[in-house]
């Protein structure tokens, strides 16, 4: 019946219509309220798609990457499965599910098999429990060297991700399989140095040799990381510090005493070469400045004999006499001792190596 | 119509997921799975993926991690074959190969059950070849002699084989050595050990420093003299150099050896005496000849 054919029979029976039209306006008021409802209803049903598949939509961060399980399995093969930095979309949960992966932040763990009983904060405050007079194994920790000694050694790694799907996918606490494997290492490498060589004279190698080891075992477990960084820190027991100080002492007073050793070894061999080099030179200036004078005093030979074979003692007479005059004019002091009168020569005493007075003595001073 | 095509579909859609939810599952990445049927396996998943099942109580799943696990066995302390006590802590990286045959083993599949098994193997496994070993083959600078990976891979080797004789449905990936320590009592002596090898290193870096710094001086000291020696040997060369160029001219001299003798000691005596002489002479001396019987103010001689 349409609502026209209605209206005129409403005006036809006015009573009958009183109570139809209380009814049929209930009837319209619900189909109103039922056709309201089925459109809210329609409206929340497509807000609910839209937010359905609208929930699909998700970030990936510039450190990280994210893999899709569809139903459970990775959506591509390899490098393909991981999506990287950017806006993506997949289907909303339990259709796909997202697994992030932090992939480039360095992480780093921290190995404390081979240290003492301690904490980070009694370290700090350095108010550390004193030493007793032996490690219990239960709480401290520490290495067995190749010379069966024991010294205390910790090692922290830097490390990156560098096979994200291997890492989160094939360990479920791969951060403490790196550990283990650090663990491993600093042990291993305790065991092939002695303890000087750890302390002291390959520390570099020692480190290296644990660094190398991590990576060897990650590389075996599959672990997909890349040690970026090791560090190694080792001491002696604290029991046996002083003795420890005392043989570094030594080692210092020995490397001193040979650093002087060598100091005047250098000196000695640098003066003796300049030494050597000076005889070398004088003798060298001085043979030729031998020569020269021979030759000169042969020219002068040569000049001066014909003068000699003319008259030789007209000729020495002369060269004595030039030769007086020369040492007259150069000595010191010329004595002049004339005969006496009675014609006897004077006489002139010398003393020899006169003994030198004593030095007066303190009492005589005073 | 249109009000009920669009019930339909709804209530359609409402079936297929409770459908799907009733007859599917998921077997995630990281997952293996067991689908039993009244109880009995009789499907072993071990890829992941959407499967179909039989509601329950026809068909039940049952989903285990495969992804390695970690297992730290306690301190356990052995005997080398050299009797010494060693304190050993062992890892080891395991995980669930075969759900069918792990689920069967130990009752709903219990992992803590199995690692409990799995200690028990580790540490029977441990002490057998930490006894069959000297310590030298767990501490040793020699890599030849260090048989730190031989024992570990030893250790492996007979966990596997256990584990695979009784068919647990168990893998062991990796094991590995985590502690090597000694008794509490032990660690005493080593400590008067390394204290009595510190204080003979002492007493040798004393007297090695000494011996060093005498030898670092007395090969210098060679050397020096052996260059000082050099150098007068090449001296005495060029010297005799010289006395051989100037021994050429000896024939000139030879021409008249007598003005040549004059003239060597009027060089002597010029050569001989400086400032610092003092010249001692009388009237007798040339040419102070010439103040013989010159009148002088001497007192004669009584």
């Not at chain 1, 600093?186 to 000087?196: P, V, Y």
């Not at chain 1, 075992?217 to 002083?242: F, K, N, Y």
């Not at chain 2, 039989?54 to 991690?65: A, E, G, L, T």
């Not at chain 2, 050990?193 to 003979?200: E, G, L, V």
Request: some cysteine.
């Amino acid at each position: 019946m349409s609502d026209h054919e209605h209206h005129h029979h409403e005006h036809g029976h006015t009573h009958e219509h009183s109570a139809s039209e209380g009814q049929d306006a209930g009837t319209q008021a619900l189909a109103e309220a039922l056709r309201s409802s089925f459109f809210i209803v329609k409206v929340v049903m497509l807000l609910m798609v839209i937010a359905f598949f609208g929930s699909g939509f998700f970030t990936v961060g510039a450190s990280e990457k994210v893999v899709i399980l569809r139903f459970g399995k990775p959506v591509g093969e390899g490098d393909k499965a991981l999506l990287g930095p950017g806006m993506h979309w997949s289907f909303p949960y339990p259709v796909d599910e997202l697994v992030r992966i932090t992939n480039s932040a360095q992480q780093s763990v921290t190995t404390t098999v081979g240290w003492y009983f301690t904490t980070p904060e009694q370290e700090l405050s350095g108010e550390e429990l004193p030493a007793g007079s032996t490690l219990n194994p239960a709480i401290d920790g520490y290495l067995i060297t190749a010379d069966r000694d024991i010294v205390h050694s910790r090692a922290t790694i830097v490390y990156h991700v560098r096979d994200p799907i291997a890492y989160t996918f094939g360990f479920s606490n791969a951060p403490m399989m790196v550990l283990n494997a650090l663990n491993n290492a600093l042990i291993h490498a305790g065991a092939s140095f002695n303890t000087d060589d750890i302390l002291i004279n390959r520390q570099t190698d020692f480190r290296d040799a644990v660094q190398q080891r991590v990576m060897d075992l990650a590389d075996q477990e599959h672990l997909g990381i890349e040690v970026d960084q090791c560090t190694v820190d080792s001491i002696p027991p604290r029991q046996l510090a002083g003795v420890f100080a005392d043989v570094v002492n030594a080692r210092e007073t020995s490397a001193n005493s040979i650093t002087a050793a060598q100091s005047e070894a250098t000196n000695l061999v640098l003066q003796a070469g300049a030494e050597a080099a000076a005889k070398i030179t004088r003798a060298v200036v001085d043979s030729g400045n031998y020569v020269t004078l021979v030759k000169a005093d042969a020219k002068r030979f040569n000049d001066l004999l014909p003068q000699y074979r003319t008259n030789a003692a007209l000729f020495e007479q002369q060269q004595i006499n030039l030769a007086m005059a020369e040492v007259l004019t150069n000595v010191g002091d010329k004595w002049f001792i004339p005969e006496n009168a009675n014609g006897k020569s004077s006489q002139l005493r010398l003393q020899l190596n006169p003994e030198p007075p004593a030095p007066p003595t303190e009492g005589q001073n005073q | 119509m249109k009000r009920n095509v669009m019930t339909l579909i709804i209530g359609v859609i409402l079936v297929v997921i409770f459908l799907l939810l009733l007859f599917t599952f998921q077997v995630r990445r990281t997952q293996i799975a067991v689908v039993t049927t009244f109880g009995k396996p009789v499907a072993n998943l071990d890829q992941p993926g959407l499967y179909f099942k039989w509601p329950w109580p026809i068909q039940h799943v049952y989903k285990f991690d495969n992804r390695i696990q970690n297992f730290e066995d306690r301190p356990s302390q052995s005997l080398t074959a050299d009797s010494n006590p060693l304190i050993v802590t062992v890892y080891v990286g395991w995980r669930i190969s075969d759900a069918a045959a792990f689920y069967p083993k130990f009752p709903g599949g219990s992992v803590e059950m199995a690692q409990t098994m799995l200690e028990n193997m580790v540490r029977n496994a441990q002490n057998a070849v930490v006894a069959s070993n000297t310590l030298s083959a767990f501490v040793n600078a020699d890599p030849t002699q260090l048989k730190f990976d031989e024992i570990q891979n030893e250790m492996l080797q007979t966990v596997q084989t256990d584990l695979a004789t009784n068919n647990y449905g168990m893998k062991l990936e990796f094991l590995g050595l985590k502690k090597i320590q000694l008794p509490d009592s032990v660690t005493q002596a080593v400590f008067d050990r390394m204290k009595a090898n510190r204080q003979k290193l002492i007493d040798n870096l004393k007297s090695q420093g000494v011996a060093d710094a005498l030898r670092i001086r007395s090969a210098a000291d060679s050397d020096a003299a052996r260059t000082l020696a050099d150098a007068n040997a090449e001296a005495i060369r060029t010297r005799a150099e010289g006395e051989a160029e100037a021994a050429k001219t000896l024939p000139t001299f030879e021409q008249n050896p007598q003005l040549a003798g004059f003239l060597l000691r009027i060089d002597a005596i010029k050569q001989s005496l400086n400032q610092k002489s003092t010249l001692i002479f009388d009237e007798g001396i040339p040419p102070f000849d010439l103040f013989q019987n010159l009148p002088t103010n001497s007192v004669p001689n009584p």
